[in-house]
Nanobody, 116 residues
Framework: EVQLVESGGGLVQAGGSLRLSCAAS????????IGWFRQAPGEGRVGVSC????????YYADSVKGRFTISSDKAKNMVYLQMDSLKPDDTAVYYC?????????WGQGTQVTVSS
């Protein structure tokens, strides 16, 4: 059974930091591109960052460049999202995603709330 389990969300003041974790199981971790998406209230789910399985290249949405850092630990099947200099606009449910061709898996999400 494929599972993606996020953790690390919470309430933080603007300017603060959080580190999200995604524990993956049930699939060949090395084959999949792993990413983070977020969904703010009343809005659609949008991509935040991802890391390529092919070459380890990373991608960041313009809104988080320079503030967020994605990383992975293949030995532990873990992906992390270090979020620094958080802003109220970063408030959302953050989802971990694993993708390979037509396979597309999602975690249950973790809430991040940034107060001003």
């Amino acid at each position: 059974e494929v599972q993606l389990v996020e953790s690390g969300g919470g309430l933080v003041q603007a300017g603060g930091s959080l580190r999200l974790s995604c524990a993956a199981s049930g699939f060949t971790f090395d084959d999949y591109s792993i990413g983070w998406f977020r969904q703010a209230p009343g809005e659609g789910r949008v991509g935040v960052s991802c890391i390529s399985s092919a070459n380890g290249a990373t991608y960041y949405a313009d809104s988080v460049k320079g503030r967020f850092t994605i990383s992975s630990d293949k030995a532990k099947n873990m992906v992390y999202l270090q979020m620094d200099s958080l802003k109220p606009d970063d408030t959302a449910v953050y989802y971990c995603n694993a993708r390979l061709r037509t396979d597309n898996y999602w975690g249950q999400g973790t809430q991040v709330t940034v107060s001003s």
